[in-house]
């Protein structure tokens, strides 16, 4: 449609087409061809600017299909002039979540904060290596300096082995995050794995109750493999709460004999497997980031 207008000789009516697709709600990775179709018939120029407006009025609620459109533009119209996108790029790095305190606000004065996830990092760090050290060193430090927005585990790790995978060019902002990265999963993996040798299990069980105090006692109890407590279902249920909150590694189960019935608490190696687990998964992501 886009080339129809274009044809047509109408660059007034494919401007106004941008501005309805910019203002549309939620912005998604599926508008991004006809988007750039529509801008890279206008002056480089003009295109840079309607770039920078869509990642202005989109960044914070679509925040991956931003990336992907700055990425898309940056291999197409603007691979020869990507400093053309630095202001785009900039108000991308603007928006990125970050200090509550100065975060965009919705109508009821509450901060809108964008959720970024592994495959908008890649786009990221692809687009800021492209166009300038400086705004990939900036990027790269937002990023590291918020792991409650950018967590190492769940978004960097994969990001790193995505711009492996892609054999994406390196610039500062894929060294700082591949070298973060790195350095989490070998600190993780030097630490000592080795099964419980008794019965003594991490007692975390915050509440100081009598009968909380009883259920600590047990976990620190290196010769107790269990323990059972006969009590009124009220007090059975608030110290199961109170074991599923600690994350106690114990298994529950109910004997629903005799008055009142009785909650046995059986001691588990849970932690050790989930350790363990997390250890194979470590080692396979520092062979696949060696690659
Ligand atoms: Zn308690």
Known sequence: MFGLLARLGDLDLVEHMIDVLVHQQDHGKADNPALLEAVTLLSPDRAAEHLEKIVAANAVNSLGPCGA???????????????????????????????????????????????????????????????????????????????RHFDLDRILVPAAKRLIQAKRRRGAAF????????????????EPLEAPRDWTRQSAIGCRCQHCAELSAFLADSTRESWTLRAAQQVRTHVENEIRRAGADVDIQTLRRGSPHSLIAAKNQASYKRRVAQRQKDLADLAALRR
């Open 69 to 147: 459109l700055l990425a898309s533009a940056l291999k197409g119209a603007f691979a020869k002039t990507p400093m053309q996108l630095q202001g785009a790029v900039k108000t991308l790095l603007d928006l990125l979540p970050g200090d509550p305190a100065s975060a965009p606000q919705d109508q009821w004065g509450r901060p809108r904060v964008a959720k970024p996830d592994a495959a908008f990092i890649a786009d990221l760090v692809d687009v800021v290596d492209r166009i300038d050290h400086g705004l990939a060193r900036q990027a790269a430090a937002h990023v590291l300096a918020w792991p």
């Open 175 to 190: 060294d700082a995050v591949y070298t973060a990265v790195v350095v989490h999963l070998e600190t993780r993996i030097g």
